[in-house]
């Protein structure tokens, strides 16, 4: 049972547009959420984080949106560039727990 | 910030053998590490949680003989591959939290490719 799941393998955009990656999960006692970036044969890399009890939480072009009725978030990339192009997963935790469940990640390629 | 090292980053190992991965937390005590593991077009999936000095928290799944965990400071955690087999082959990466943090476990290692021939 895949409790956190990003329904697109892969998105492409062009270079100074937004980039737009979802994930949507199925527990409701999820109160921590995190995007990482990660690079082939590399570890991934913390991007930014959201609490149950915020909606948005913004840093530099980097965006989180959590709709909590819809069981959705939501990565902003804007504006995109080439240098963002590597597969982003979300990821999940339970309150009170360091355990996180990852997405299955989305390929994100940024064409010049 | 935290950092997180994990050697060796590539290793290609014969079946029947073992094999030792190590993480350190460089500037900072990990009370917790997790080890997980990813295959090809697939999420990390959570092998186990390592406790310093404690036995480690093996995932539903995870066989605890074969994969050894040892966390035996507050700055290592060895995950040992016993008896490798060609589908032990994988991408193993481990992260440590941060004690006292808030955004538990951030930081991650740069994962180790091992190939079992």
């Known amino acids: 049972d895949q409790q956190v799941k990003q329904n697109s393998p892969s998105l492409s955009v062009q270079e100074g547009r937004i980039s737009i990656l979802n994930c949507d999960y199925t527990?409701?006692?999820?109160?921590?959420f995190l995007w990482y970036k990660k690079y082939p044969a590399e570890g991934p890399t913390f991007l930014i984080s959201i609490s149950s009890i915020k909606d948005k939480n913004e840093d530099g072009r980097f965006t989180v949106f959590l709709n909590k009725s819809a069981k959705h978030l939501s990565l902003h990339i804007v504006p995109s560039q080439p240098g963002d192009s590597a597969v982003y997963f979300c990821a999940a935790s339970n309150p009170g727990t360091y355990k996180y469940i990852f997405g299955t990640g989305t390929r994100l390629k940024v064409l010049a | 910030g935290a950092v997180v090292s994990q050697h060796p980053s590539r290793v290609i190992c014969k079946s029947g053998t073992s094999v030792k991965i190590e993480c350190r937390s460089l500037?900072?005590?990990?009370?917790?590490m997790f080890w997980y593991r990813q295959f090809p077009k697939q999420s990390l999936m959570l092998m186990a949680t390592s406790n310093e000095g404690s036995k480690a928290t093996y995932e539903q799944g995870v066989e605890k003989d074969k994969f050894l965990i040892n966390h035996a400071s507050l700055t290592l955690s060895t995950l040992t591959v016993t008896s490798a087999h060609p589908e032990d082959s994988s991408f193993y990466i481990c992260?440590?939290?941060?004690?006292?943090?808030?955004?538990?476990?951030?930081?991650f290692g740069s994962g180790t490719r091992l190939t079992v021939v």
């Open positions: 992260s440590a939290a941060v004690d006292g943090d808030a955004n538990y476990g951030y930081t």
């Open positions: 500037d900072f005590q990990a009370t917790t």
């Open positions: 527990n409701s006692m999820f109160d921590y």
